[in-house]
């Protein structure tokens, strides 16, 4: 095997590492990213170029606890309220969308600051255990959404055997 295609075979080698190693971290971070997209509403042409220009990929950054009762999920989601954000259990997974809508306009000193947010968005967080969708319980403060699901009374149970 001459030099040069050694050198290949190790730069294709690492290659390949590097590509496993993108996919692992994609896979990995998948859940917690969330696409933000335009609005339902119908637009015209120009408005909706100008739309999927100015959207992308956000963060709602989520927690999950378990204990022996229940799954809580926590999740940012900053500048809403409460009316703007939908819930929904779909298999195991707890489905968190809605479109926001953030206007703010203030002027300090010889700045004027004018932001908005304008779009859909769904995070969807797995649950690790069955839960019972009708004793559910959510509220959102301070821009923070937490959701509490009681886990189901049918789920699974470890039954201990003796030998005899």
């Not at 119908?42 to 170029?49: L, Q, V």
């Not at 809580?72 to 309220?81: K, L, Q, W």
């Not at 954000?85 to 002027?107: C, M, N, P, W, Y």
Request: hydrophobic residues 35%.
């Amino acid at each position: 095997m001459t030099a040069m295609q050694q050198l290949r075979e190790g730069f294709n080698q690492a290659w390949g590492r590097v590509v496993e190693g993108w996919e692992q971290l994609s896979r990995q971070a998948s859940g917690a990213m969330t696409k933000f997209t335009g609005g339902r509403e119908k637009r015209g042409r120009e408005a909706r170029e100008l739309a999927e220009r100015s959207t992308g990929w956000g963060l709602l950054a989520a927690e999950v606890f378990d204990d022996n009762d229940r799954v809580v999920v926590r999740v940012e989601a900053p500048g809403m309220s409460k009316d703007d954000i939908q819930l929904e259990v779909q298999d195991d997974f707890l489905i968190v969308s809605g479109e926001k809508h953030v206007a703010r306009e203030r002027t300090e000193g010889r700045w004027h600051v004018n932001e908005c947010a304008y779009g859909a968005f769904q995070r969807v967080v797995p649950l690790p255990d069955t839960v019972d969708t009708g004793k559910a319980d959510a509220s959102y403060k301070h821009g923070v959404l937490r959701v509490e699901l009681p886990k189901a009374t049918n789920r699974r149970r470890r039954v201990q055997v003796t030998v005899h």
